[in-house]
């Protein structure tokens, strides 16, 4: 029985001898395998990187494009403020030309009542004189 056991025993330390040497050949081919992974890992984190990177210089490049954009429409309110501002004073002066003219209008109708006004005796004299020349002259005429 010894030499079964002792046969055994051999044969169960080669096939942990050759279990071991397997693990450890599993364990390197592991340890190839995720060196590699983590290898191609950092190229594709590093390249990730460069991408984002460009990203952001196209983002920033997209904001200096939109604040000049911003600051073009800012310049074209400032201009459209000077132009209202400009309507204002165009309102303003034609505001008071109709005051002027509303004025004026009022002093040439108060000139005129005072022209009629004041040539309205003179003509109803003449018409009363004129009048009384008429009655004049078929008095004479009825005579001759």
Request: a negative charge; zero cysteines.
């Given at each position: 029985?010894?030499?079964?056991l002792?046969?055994?025993q051999?044969?169960?330390?080669?096939?942990?001898?050759?279990?071991?040497l397997?693990?450890?050949?599993?364990?390197?081919?592991?340890?190839?395998?995720v060196?590699?992974i983590?290898l191609?890992?950092?190229?594709?984190?590093?390249?990730t990187?460069?991408?984002?990177?460009?990203?952001?210089?196209?983002?920033d490049k997209?904001d200096q494009?939109?604040?000049?954009?911003?600051?073009?429409?800012d310049k074209?309110?400032?201009?459209?403020?000077?132009?209202?501002?400009?309507?204002?004073?165009?309102?303003?002066?034609?505001?008071?030309?109709?005051?002027r003219?509303?004025?004026?209008d009022?002093?040439?109708?108060?000139?005129?009542?005072?022209?009629?006004?004041?040539?309205?005796?003179?003509?109803?004299?003449?018409?009363k004189?004129?009048s009384?020349?008429?009655d004049?002259?078929a008095?004479?005429?009825?005579r001759?």
């Amino acid at each position: 029985m010894s030499l079964t056991l002792k046969s055994l025993q051999t044969d169960m330390r080669n096939s942990f001898a050759k279990m071991s040497l397997r693990i450890d050949n599993l364990d390197s081919n592991i340890n190839e395998r995720v060196d590699s992974i983590l290898l191609r890992l950092e190229g594709h984190i590093k390249e990730t990187e460069f991408r984002f990177r460009e990203v952001d210089q196209r983002f920033d490049k997209v904001d200096q494009r939109f604040d000049k954009v911003d600051q073009r429409f800012d310049k074209v309110d400032q201009r459209f403020d000077k132009v209202d501002q400009r309507f204002d004073k165009v309102d303003q002066r034609f505001d008071e030309m109709d005051r002027r003219f509303d004025e004026t209008d009022r002093k040439f109708n108060k000139l005129t009542s005072d022209i009629v006004d004041s040539l309205s005796p003179y003509f109803d004299n003449l018409e009363k004189m004129l009048s009384n020349h008429e009655d004049r002259i078929a008095v004479l005429e009825k005579r001759h």
